[in-house]
């Protein structure tokens, strides 16, 4: 198993990724953008491969075991300062955790993580975790952040393990196909200088 960074041709991957992460949000705005005929996934995949934007493969590092994907993880700096304008703009189900990424500017922001199921529980999610933990540091960012769902008992295991914090929540708004209630949940934690 290696961790690489993510390849253009890894964007049906990462979309298929990225939705678990995301707790089906994305595939159900995807849904909302995809062109007549387009299937959301297919629409994510087209991000996903794109040079620009948060879910560019280029903010992506891949695990890989003989030439397959196992898991995937998205990172990039948060602006600073974080200019949230009118909150409006946003889809509703999208503003609190515009509200909570507000709260951590300028710090190296994992948006997405996600391991394939038949590869859970062997380290895959910890490994991708400290080298964009890694990537971070380099990029000269002191504090890592993420959002995580308070009812995601696996992922919350692992960031406590890995020293995230919670510092701040907001009330989800559910949307077809939310598996959780509660609250989105921003953590961080610092990174060595
Ligand atoms: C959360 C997730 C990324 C973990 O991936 P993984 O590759 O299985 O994680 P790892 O093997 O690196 O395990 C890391 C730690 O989490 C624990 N863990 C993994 N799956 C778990 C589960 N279902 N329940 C409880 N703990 C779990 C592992 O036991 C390990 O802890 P340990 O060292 O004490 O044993 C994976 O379950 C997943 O893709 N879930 C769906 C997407 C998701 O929820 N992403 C996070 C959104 S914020």
Redesign the pocket.
């Known amino acids: 198993m290696e961790i690489e960074q993510a390849l253009k041709s890894d964007a049906d991957d990462l979309a298929y990724?990225i939705d678990?992460?995301?707790?089906g949000m994305p595939q159900y705005l995807w849904s909302k953008l995809a062109d007549p005929g387009q299937g959301a996934l297919a629409l994510g995949a087209q991000r996903a491969a794109r040079e620009e934007g948060g879910f560019s493969y280029r903010n992506a590092l891949v695990c890989r075991d003989r030439g397959n994907v196992l898991?995937m993880i998205i990172a990039y700096r948060l602006p600073a300062p974080y200019v949230v304008g009118d909150l409006n703009d946003y889809p509703e189900i999208v503003q609190p955790l515009i509200q909570l990424e507000s709260k951590a500017p300028g710090s190296w922001y994992i948006n997405?993580?996600?391991?394939y199921e038949a590869?859970?529980?062997?380290?895959?999610?910890?490994?991708l975790m400290l080298e964009a933990q890694e990537k971070g540091r380099l990029a000269g960012c002191s504090l890592a952040s993420?959002?995580?769902?308070s009812g995601?008992?696996?992922?919350r295991?692992?960031y406590k393990?890995l020293g995230y914090e919670d510092v701040a929540s907001e009330p989800i708004i559910e949307y077809p196909g939310c598996p959780y209630g509660g609250d989105w949940l921003l953590m961080t934690k610092q990174l060595e200088g």
Not at 112 to 115: H, K, L, M, N
Not at 119 to 127: E, L, N, Y
Not at 146 to 149: G, H, K, P, R
């Open positions: 990724l678990i992460a995301g707790e898991g997405a993580v996600a391991t590869a859970r529980g062997q380290g895959v999610a910890r490994m993420l959002i995580v769902a995601n008992k696996s992922a295991h692992l393990q």
